[in-house]
């Protein structure tokens, strides 16, 4: 008995998937523990600042360009050992690349980041101290763009556990002290303390796992941009990059834009419903992202047959998980705020619903678009991009007409006119696929998110 509860203790050691469920899991301790003292103790001017700092983030982010998951598959296919060049020549293309994302990051941070966040600062009753927490995020993001070639090395070569094990170290770290910090009355400026100290330890980590599992030298010597690695990397890259940063700046731009209309406390139940659901997103996308490596790694070697069936499988978990994410909080949301003394309301049921619907969606196309991914061929800056530009043409209009729930409403007309479809459409013509994958994984959280949603504006 005991010798089986080692060998089941140790599969879960080194399951990719149970160590990115963990550090999910540490995550979403953050919304049992510190964002209910965020809502309770802070004013919802703060929060909405709070808030706005991340996705402030997010958008600063963006830089990466589709590098992250572009060289997690450099990393993989090396490993394989597929006709691509090889890893010591990927590492150095890495370390070349990401010292002018990080530098390109922050100068996204300090100019358009600062002027988004102008007008709410301005309202707070301290806005010094609002303005040294946002320098702190900045330079926490400017670490993490420098850490993702670190990240990409560990994912792309399957040390996916020892990557997210190191997560979870600091993830429940940060939460401890963040805990104490606001308790304490540290405010914004004491929690964007922790998260820079966070993203240090973060980094020192992850450089520490990538050299010890790196070949001998070969994060040593002058970082260069090899010719054989950029032609294989950048043309995917540069596509991943250009859809992902008008669709999902359109998605983070909706609170920016928000924020310099609406009163403080409508802009903080919105970018809180926002944020909960991004997190519902990243929780429901382990089941499939935390196989990517060991998907390309199949494909390279000819068998598809068990790719698809291990995408399938992912694809139907992780819809199960957010529409289960999504129900949960729709139903018992505002009673949780009410009941911790939260200063911020939950947004009104339809603009949750509508949310809801949006991002599935969206994640059943973002689903496919992955499962195409391993091919190393990239579709995502035509899906990306032709739904950027009918998002943000559907969220005007629907905007003037019913305010903030013309937000998400906008959200999910592109996800289902156009990004969706044309995913599967990608997915389904790489592999074969026909109608009954897709009603296998996803028909039937698809249907009753849809319906719930119906019923809510019905009433």
């Not at 370390?95 to 922050?106: N, W």
């Not at 809180?272 to 499939?288: I, W």
């Not at 992780?318 to 009410?338: P, R, S």
Request: hydrophobic share 60%; glycine share 10%; with cysteine.
């Amino acid at each position: 008995m005991l010798a089986a509860a080692r060998v089941l203790g140790m599969s879960v050691w080194h399951s990719p998937v149970f160590m990115t469920w963990g550090a999910w899991g540490a995550r979403a301790l953050s919304f049992v523990t510190l964002l209910p003292l965020t809502l309770a103790l802070l004013p919802a001017e703060e929060v909405a600042v709070w808030f706005l700092f991340f996705s402030m983030q997010t958008l600063a982010a963006l830089v990466d360009f589709g590098f992250a998951p572009t060289f997690v598959r450099a990393v993989a296919y090396a490993n394989a050992g597929a006709g691509s060049p090889g890893m010591d020549a990927v590492i150095r293309t890495m370390r070349s690349v990401y010292a002018r994302v990080a530098l390109a990051g922050a100068f996204l941070a300090a100019v358009p980041g600062t002027f988004a966040l102008w007008n709410p600062i301005a309202q707070l009753r301290e806005p010094s101290h609002a303005w040294l927490a946002w320098a702190m995020m900045a330079c926490a993001t400017v670490i993490w763009l420098r850490s993702l070639k670190y990240w990409a090395f560990l994912h792309g070569s399957e040390r996916t556990a020892v990557l997210r094990r190191a997560e979870i170290a600091v993830g429940l770290s940060s939460l401890a002290v963040s805990c104490a910090v606001l308790l304490a009355g540290g405010g914004l400026a004491g929690l964007a303390c922790i998260h820079l100290a966070a993203a240090v330890a973060g980094y020192a980590l992850n450089r520490a796992l990538a050299r010890r599992h790196a070949p001998a030298g070969a994060w040593d010597g002058p970082a260069s941009a090899q010719p054989a690695v950029m032609h294989t990397v950048f043309p995917a890259a540069w596509r991943s990059g250009l859809g992902a940063s008008i669709t999902y700046g359109v998605v983070q731009g909706s609170g920016v834009f928000y924020a310099q209309l609406a009163a403080a406390a409508e802009v903080a139940s919105y970018l809180l419903a926002l944020r909960l659901m991004q997190e519902m997103g990243a929780v429901s996308s382990v089941p499939l992202s935390a196989r990517l490596p060991a998907l390309a790694r199949l494909y390279a070697d000819g068998r598809r047959a068990e790719v698809v069936a291990l995408a399938g499988r992912g694809m139907l978990w992780g819809n199960w998980l957010f529409l289960g994410g999504v129900a949960a909080l729709g139903v018992a949301g505002e009673g949780l705020l009410a009941s911790i003394g939260g200063r911020t309301a939950f947004v009104p049921g339809e603009v949750w619903w509508l949310l809801g619907a949006a991002f599935l969606v969206e994640r059943i196309g973002t689903l496919h678009l992955e499962l195409y991914g391993t091919t190393n061929r990239v579709a995502v800056h035509v899906a990306n991009g032709v739904c950027g530009l009918v998002m943000i043409a559907a969220m005007a209009l629907a905007y003037r007409w019913l305010g903030v729930a013309g937000l998400p409403l906008g959200m999910l007309a592109a996800y289902a006119g156009f990004y969706t479809p044309f995913s599967m459409r990608q997915s389904y013509r790489a592999f074969g696929l026909a109608a009954r994958f897709d009603l296998a994984a996803s028909a039937a959280p698809l249907a009753i998110c849809l319906g719930v949603l119906l019923a809510v504006l019905a009433r």
